[in-house]
């Protein structure tokens, strides 16, 4: 018998926190309590109950076991003979017992006299005392679990002997013989079940090995010199190398190599690229994560996935002296309860609402396209608010925030674990690993190994940053974030010539720049599809030289996307251009810093006709008066259909209009550009409406909605006035449009200053024949509108007729696919 | 730790019954604890002219053991000596050689248990005979006599015997004392007998 002294035991366990506590250490505050309470009156720290029990109930389940013997062995016997028998045979072990609840009792009374307690501790085990407690703690662990395995053993001995009927000093021997007699047996047994476990081991191997790539140093050609208009992200990425390259530069200096990088940006900007470039010019492997391999058929596998995928980057890491592993598509891993990645994708390079993008998310029937000629921000402020009605739309009747929440939680891909195993395995590289290194040296007392420093580069690329579960890019998983924007203009410039490099061409220095000025928001793959489709027009047309013309029409292709090719009836062509005209000459009047890009009355995909604009400059703010310009193009259309028709208007203008309103709402009500200062969200969220929190469902019906409708009533009346000061340019373009159907942003501007353009002569439309004409033939049109009829004579075409490269330059879309 | 002190104070009683048993031939039984009992290596030791290898067959295949609460022993030699006024438990189970096996009948039962076929009649009362049942198959007669010992003193023999289902043993349970004594301890003697229990090994 054995006692620790309480405050030997107190460091003890204070000295190791990785040491498992002893047995008999109390645990909570009530434990904690009662201990300080014993140092304060000297006696013995009181026992939990556990503690003073489970050697005596241990002793009880062995003794219950030689009863159920025995009672097996003499069928006859009831159990109380089967007890006395046992205690007759095992009277050790009523000793034994005995010994433990003396043991105990002696507990007892030293936890409650402290003289008794003192001459124990202090003099009978005095000397024991000090050599446990000169013991370490790692030592005193080990001692600890050598006693703990013999006493195990011990019990294993004494009921095998008691089964075989041997001394119990044999009883391991026998158990051991028993088991080897056994073993083909066992083996047999051990067979089957590895078989059915075989099977099911089989299939989620084979499952969890699909989407994911290596590649070599050698298989790697592409290099940072193959990134084009991402100079500024190079720079930042090559420091990363340099780190990788030579870890001692940053870890000698008590730092360590930033293992995670995050390139997020727009579709098509080169994050692939660079990081394939990465892993070129470090020459390391280069592990390609596939975007779909964590969206997995069965629970667990994309776990699975994840372990086998770090496994093999850990050997990796060490084979080669690092490794690079590229998740692309990053938000397709999910995130673990975020809201969900809404498809805003108002930044695509050729603007909103373009072919390819998605339709308005409204136009459940063609109309006009109202987001294509908005700011970005109007257009995003636009999106949002007509995604929130749609969700709203489950529900009417929750709150605001139980209505988002059909968006929430667990949305994109991953899932199951995936996402966890994945943060795990990222931040877990510093684990002992190794079945040997961490459970057979463990089992033999001996603290297992640390890892090997593993030299891993963790590269994600994502165009949905805000998809992301924010785990994943603390600092110490994703240490680096870079966007990857959409290259300037002169990086589009050396992404022009490189592309144009590698086919025939005609284009000189002056075209490439004005086609990088042209394409503000293109991207790399976006430049590299344009360049092919110019040269599918070459080839086409049994060229092997691309000209200046093919690029445009395949700019015009890739802008508008193939033409349904329907013929408008006459009126209603009039009405539509003149519909476009309208916003067209709206744009040119009031918009400064961005131009027209083309205007078309070509029916495309959910839009009749359309006005879009790039911009001249980049710029990341935005300013009533901007926001008032793009209410002004918007009601453009409305004021101008009821100036020309004589109050009548189409619904073509509800795009236009639940734009505008929505611009305005957000002006009066959060952005602080209205006739009050106070935001609505907050009086939203408050309650100061008057109305429960976040209950408000119509806000344009009280004084919100008043104010809202005075500014637009207001700009509505000015851009009347701009209407009627300009209704000649406007008839102008109509006509234009009549004509060609599709105008670039410098005809249009041609047409309307009475300039010769790039392929329309502008001038001829400010002539008093033209005039006349027009007012004529809109006229005509008015009564046809009015009468459901046509007009006579229908278009009247200008004399001499337009710039014969008009034709060449601006073909229908649709024939040209 | 209360069932703990329960389970020591228990530990110190003794069983109320000694129980008889051998799991290689399948009998159990059991008699009151303050029964002596001589048990099979003493009797074997006894055992005239019993060769190792037979002793050996013995104590595998077959059984035997007697107690008694009166004094009892096995001298050598000869059968076991114990007083006529307590009752004598006997039990012998042996092994069937292959002719034997399959061929016991009931009357080679009877005889095993006491033949009678020589007794000139009226010189003993039989008082018990007919099958009784047995446990698991196991086929069983009992046969109960009193006739006088060549002291005139009327002795009774109360035997069962048996066979296993497969016919490879012959069970022989016996309990003999002065009918007097049969009488006084005709409870515990039916106690002995209704522990009886076999099965196959």
């Given at each position: 018998?054995?006692?620790?002294?309480?405050?030997?035991?107190?460091?003890?366990?204070?000295?190791?926190?990785?040491?498992?506590?002893?047995?008999?250490?109390?645990?909570?505050?009530?434990?904690?309590?009662?201990?300080?309470?014993?140092?304060?009156?000297?006696?013995?720290?009181?026992?939990?109950?556990?503690?003073?029990?489970?050697?005596?109930?241990?002793?009880?389940?062995?003794?219950?076991?030689?009863?159920?013997?025995?009672?097996?062995?003499?069928?006859?016997?009831?159990?109380?003979?089967?007890?006395?028998?046992?205690?007759?045979?095992?009277?050790?072990?009523?000793?034994?017992?005995?010994?433990?609840?003396?043991?105990?009792?002696?507990?007892?009374?030293?936890?409650?006299?402290?003289?008794?307690?003192?001459?124990?501790?202090?003099?009978?085990?005095?000397?024991?005392?000090?050599?446990?407690a000169r013991i370490n703690d790692w030592n005193r662990y080990r001692?600890?679990?050598?006693?703990?395995?013999?006493?195990?053993?011990?019990?294993?001995?004494?009921?095998?002997?008691?089964?075989?009927?041997?001394?119990?000093?044999?009883?391991?021997?026998e158990l051991l013989s028993s088991i080897i007699d056994g073993l083909?047996?066992?083996?047999?047994?051990?067979?089957?079940?590895?078989?059915?476990?075989?099977?099911?081991?089989?299939?989620?191997?084979?499952?969890?090995?699909?989407?994911?790539?290596?590649?070599?140093?050698?298989?790697?050609?592409?290099?940072?010199?193959?990134?084009?208009?991402?100079?500024?992200?190079?720079?930042?990425?090559?420091?990363?190398?340099?780190?990788?390259?030579?870890?001692?530069?940053?870890?000698?200096?008590?730092?360590?190599?930033?293992?995670?990088?995050?390139?997020?940006?727009?579709?098509?900007?080169?994050?692939?690229?660079?990081?394939?470039?990465?892993?070129?010019?470090?020459?390391?492997?280069?592990?390609?994560?596939?975007?779909?391999?964590?969206?997995?058929?069965?629970?667990?596998?994309?776990?699975?996935?994840?372990?086998?995928?770090?496994?093999?980057?850990?050997?990796?890491?060490?084979?080669?002296?690092?490794?690079?592993?590229?998740?692309?598509?990053?938000?397709?891993?999910?995130?673990?309860?975020?809201?969900?990645?809404?498809?805003?994708?108002?930044?695509?390079?050729?603007?909103?609402?373009?072919?390819?993008?998605?339709?308005?998310?409204?136009?459940?029937?063609?109309?006009?396209?109202?987001?294509?000629?908005?700011?970005?921000?109007?257009?995003?402020?636009?999106?949002?608010?007509?995604?929130?009605?749609?969700?709203?739309?489950?529900?009417?009747?929750?709150?605001?925030?139980?209505?988002?929440?059909?968006?929430?939680?667990?949305?994109?891909?991953?899932?199951?674990?995936?996402?966890?195993?994945?943060?795990?395995?990222?931040?877990?590289?510093?684990?002992?690993?190794?079945?040997?290194?961490?459970?057979?040296?463990?089992?033999?007392?001996?603290?297992?190994?640390?890892?090997?420093?593993?030299?891993?580069?963790?590269?994600?690329?994502?165009?949905?940053?805000?998809?992301?579960?924010?785990?994943?890019?603390?600092?110490?998983?994703?240490?680096?974030?870079?966007?990857?924007?959409?290259?300037?203009?002169?990086?589009?410039?050396?992404?022009?010539?490189?592309?144009?490099?590698?086919?025939?061409?005609?284009?000189?220095?002056?075209?490439?720049?004005?086609?990088?000025?042209?394409?503000?928001?293109?991207?790399?793959?976006?430049?590299?599809?344009?360049?092919?489709?110019?040269?599918?027009?070459?080839?086409?047309?049994?060229?092997?030289?691309?000209?200046?013309?093919?690029?445009?029409?395949?700019?015009?292709?890739?802008?508008?996307?193939?033409?349904?090719?329907?013929?408008?009836?006459?009126?209603?062509?009039?009405?539509?251009?003149?519909?476009?005209?309208?916003?067209?000459?709206?744009?040119?009047?009031?918009?400064?810093?961005?131009?027209?890009?083309?205007?078309?009355?070509?029916?495309?995909?959910?839009?009749?006709?359309?006005?879009?604009?790039?911009?001249?400059?980049?710029?990341?703010?935005?300013?009533?008066?901007?926001?008032?310009?793009?209410?002004?193009?918007?009601?453009?259309?409305?004021?101008?259909?009821?100036?020309?028709?004589?109050?009548?208007?189409?619904?073509?203008?509800?795009?236009?209009?639940?734009?505008?309103?929505?611009?305005?709402?957000?002006?009066?009500?959060?952005?602080?550009?209205?006739?009050?200062?106070?935001?609505?969200?907050?009086?939203?969220?408050?309650?100061?409406?008057?109305?429960?929190?976040?209950?408000?469902?119509?806000?344009?019906?009280?004084?919100?909605?008043?104010?809202?409708?005075?500014?637009?009533?207001?700009?509505?009346?000015?851009?009347?006035?701009?209407?009627?000061?300009?209704?000649?340019?406007?008839?102008?373009?109509?006509?234009?449009?009549?004509?060609?159907?599709?105008?670039?942003?410098?005809?249009?501007?041609?047409?309307?200053?009475?300039?010769?353009?790039?392929?329309?002569?502008?001038?001829?439309?400010?002539?008093?024949?033209?005039?006349?004409?027009?007012?004529?033939?809109?006229?005509?049109?008015?009564?046809?509108?009015?009468?459901?009829?046509?007009?006579?004579?229908?278009?009247?075409?200008?004399?001499?007729?337009?710039?014969?490269?008009?034709?060449?330059?601006?073909?229908?879309?649709?024939?040209?696919? | 730790?209360?069932?703990?002190?329960?389970?020591?104070?228990?530990?110190?009683?003794?069983?109320?019954?000694?129980?008889?048993?051998?799991?290689?031939?399948?009998?159990?039984?059991?008699?009151?604890?303050?029964?002596?009992?001589?048990?099979?290596?003493?009797?074997?030791?006894?055992?005239?002219?019993?060769?190792?290898?037979?002793?050996?067959?013995?104590?595998?295949?077959?059984?035997?053991?007697?107690?008694?609460?009166?004094?009892?022993?096995?001298?050598?030699?000869?059968?076991?000596?114990?007083?006529?006024?307590?009752?004598?438990?006997?039990?012998?189970?042996?092994?069937?050689?292959?002719?034997?096996?399959?061929?016991?009948?009931?009357?080679?039962?009877?005889?095993?248990?006491?033949?009678?076929?020589?007794?000139?009649?009226?010189?003993?009362?039989?008082?018990?005979?007919?099958?009784?049942?047995?446990?698991?198959?196991?086929?069983?007669?009992?046969?109960?006599?009193?006739?006088?010992?060549?002291?005139?003193?009327?002795?009774?023999?109360?035997?069962?015997?048996?066979?296993?289902?497969?016919?490879?043993?012959?069970?022989?349970?016996?309990?003999?004392?002065?009918?007097?004594?049969?009488?006084?301890?005709?409870?515990?003697?039916?106690?002995?007998?209704?522990?009886?229990?076999?099965?196959?090994?």
């Amino acid at each position: 018998m054995t006692e620790m002294q309480p405050m030997a035991r107190q460091r003890a366990g204070d000295a190791d926190p990785g040491t498992p506590p002893p047995d008999d250490e109390p645990i909570g505050l009530d434990a904690f309590n009662a201990a300080l309470k014993a140092k304060v009156k000297g006696t013995r720290k009181p026992l939990v109950l556990w503690d003073r029990l489970k050697v005596l109930l241990a002793l009880s389940a062995i003794f219950a076991f030689f009863v159920a013997k025995t009672t097996d062995d003499y069928p006859l016997a009831p159990v109380s003979d089967a007890i006395d028998i046992t205690a007759s045979d095992k009277r050790w072990f009523i000793w034994l017992m005995t010994f433990e609840c003396l043991r105990q009792l002696h507990f007892i009374v030293c936890e409650h006299w402290a003289g008794y307690h003192e001459f124990w501790g202090n003099r009978i085990f005095a000397g024991v005392n000090r050599r446990v407690a000169r013991i370490n703690d790692w030592n005193r662990y080990r001692l600890g679990r050598v006693m703990k395995w013999l006493s195990i053993l011990a019990v294993f001995s004494v009921i095998s002997a008691d089964i075989q009927d041997v001394p119990a000093y044999r009883g391991l021997p026998e158990l051991l013989s028993s088991i080897i007699d056994g073993l083909p047996t066992i083996i047999r047994l051990l067979f089957f079940v590895m078989f059915g476990m075989f099977q099911f081991i089989a299939i989620f191997w084979f499952l969890s090995k699909g989407g994911i790539d290596t590649y070599f140093p050698e298989d790697i050609k592409t290099r940072f010199t193959d990134v084009w208009g991402q100079d500024h992200v190079l720079d930042r990425i090559k420091e990363n190398v340099v780190f990788i390259e030579d870890p001692d530069s940053i870890e000698d200096k008590g730092g360590y190599v930033p293992a995670g990088i995050l390139l997020w940006g727009p579709p098509g900007t080169g994050k692939t690229l660079i990081a394939e470039a990465v892993a070129g010019e470090t020459k390391r492997p280069f592990v390609f994560v596939d975007p779909g391999a964590f969206i997995n058929m069965f629970m667990g596998v994309g776990v699975l996935k994840v372990k086998s995928l770090f496994r093999r980057v850990r050997k990796l890491a060490v084979r080669y002296g690092g490794v690079i592993v590229f998740f692309d598509e990053a938000d397709s891993l999910g995130n673990r309860g975020m809201v969900a990645p809404g498809g805003f994708n108002h930044t695509h390079p050729f603007g909103p609402g373009s072919p390819g993008v998605g339709p308005s998310p409204w136009a459940d029937r063609p109309l006009c396209n109202g987001l294509s000629y908005l700011s970005e921000s109007s257009a995003s402020a636009v999106w949002r608010a007509d995604l929130d009605a749609r969700f709203r739309g489950a529900d009417h009747d929750a709150p605001p925030d139980k209505q988002r929440r059909i968006m929430m939680g667990g949305m994109g891909g991953g899932g199951m674990g995936t996402l966890q195993s994945l943060l795990t395995e990222m931040s877990g590289l510093k684990k002992p690993r190794g079945f040997m290194n961490r459970v057979v040296r463990r089992v033999l007392g001996l603290r297992p190994k640390p890892p090997p420093r593993y030299r891993l580069l963790v590269m994600m690329a994502t165009n949905m940053p805000d998809a992301l579960d924010p785990a994943l890019l603390r600092p110490g998983r994703i240490d680096r974030m870079y966007r990857v924007g959409y290259p300037s203009k002169e990086g589009r410039v050396r992404t022009y010539e490189g592309y144009f490099s590698r086919i025939r061409h005609e284009l000189n220095d002056e075209q490439i720049e004005k086609l990088a000025v042209m394409t503000p928001y293109a991207t790399g793959a976006l430049i590299k599809d344009m360049v092919n489709e110019a040269l599918i027009i070459a080839i086409r047309d049994d060229r092997d030289t691309v000209c200046w013309n093919d690029v445009i029409t395949a700019r015009h292709l890739k802008r508008l996307g193939p033409s349904e090719n329907i013929d408008y009836v006459e009126r209603e062509r009039h009405a539509i251009a003149l519909h476009e005209a309208c916003h067209a000459i709206a744009f040119y009047r009031l918009a400064g810093d961005v131009t027209i890009d083309l205007a078309t009355i070509e029916k495309g995909m959910g839009y009749l006709g359309m006005v879009s604009a790039v911009k001249i400059d980049e710029h990341f703010s935005n300013w009533k008066s901007d926001y008032e310009v793009d209410i002004m193009v918007s009601l453009a259309s409305l004021v101008g259909e009821k100036y020309f028709y004589d109050g009548d208007n189409s619904s073509g203008v509800s795009a236009d209009l639940r734009g505008a309103t929505t611009i305005a709402a957000m002006m009066e009500g959060y952005w602080g550009m209205g006739s009050t200062i106070s935001s609505h969200a907050v009086s939203l969220e408050i309650g100061q409406t008057g109305r429960p929190q976040g209950t408000e469902r119509d806000p344009l019906r009280g004084s919100l909605g008043q104010r809202i409708e005075e500014d637009l009533r207001a700009l509505y009346d000015r851009t009347r006035k701009l209407i009627i000061e300009n209704r000649y340019e406007i008839l102008a373009v109509t006509h234009a449009l009549e004509t060609h159907k599709t105008l670039a942003g410098e005809d249009i501007a041609a047409i309307i200053d009475g300039v010769e353009g790039p392929m329309i002569d502008g001038r001829r439309y400010h002539t008093d024949e033209f005039r006349a004409m027009a007012e004529e033939y809109h006229a005509a049109a008015v009564v046809a509108h009015r009468t459901h009829g046509s007009t006579d004579e229908g278009l009247p075409p200008l004399d001499p007729p337009d710039l014969e490269i008009a034709a060449a330059a601006v073909p229908a879309p649709a024939t040209a696919t | 730790m209360p069932l703990v002190l329960v389970v020591i104070v228990t530990g110190c009683g003794e069983p109320s019954h000694e129980y008889l048993q051998k799991k290689e031939v399948g009998a159990y039984l059991k008699v009151p604890s303050d029964w002596h009992v001589v048990d099979e290596a003493t009797l074997l030791d006894a055992t005239p002219n019993l060769s190792p290898i037979a002793r050996f067959e013995f104590e595998e295949l077959g059984w035997v053991v007697a107690a008694s609460p009166g004094s009892i022993s096995a001298p050598a030699g000869g059968p076991v000596d114990s007083d006529t006024n307590f009752p004598l438990l006997q039990i012998t189970v042996q092994p069937l050689n292959r002719t034997e096996r399959g061929g016991v009948s009931l009357n080679q039962m009877r005889s095993y248990a006491f033949n009678i076929g020589s007794l000139p009649a009226g010189s003993y009362e039989l008082f018990i005979d007919g099958d009784t049942p047995l446990d698991n198959g196991f086929r069983a007669i009992r046969r109960a006599v009193t006739l006088p010992n060549a002291s005139g003193v009327p002795i009774t023999f109360d035997a069962i015997v048996a066979t296993d289902p497969d016919t490879l043993r012959l069970y022989k349970f016996s309990v003999s004392c002065t009918a007097q004594c049969y009488v006084d301890n005709a409870d515990e003697i039916a106690e002995i007998f209704d522990s009886l229990h076999t099965e196959e090994p």
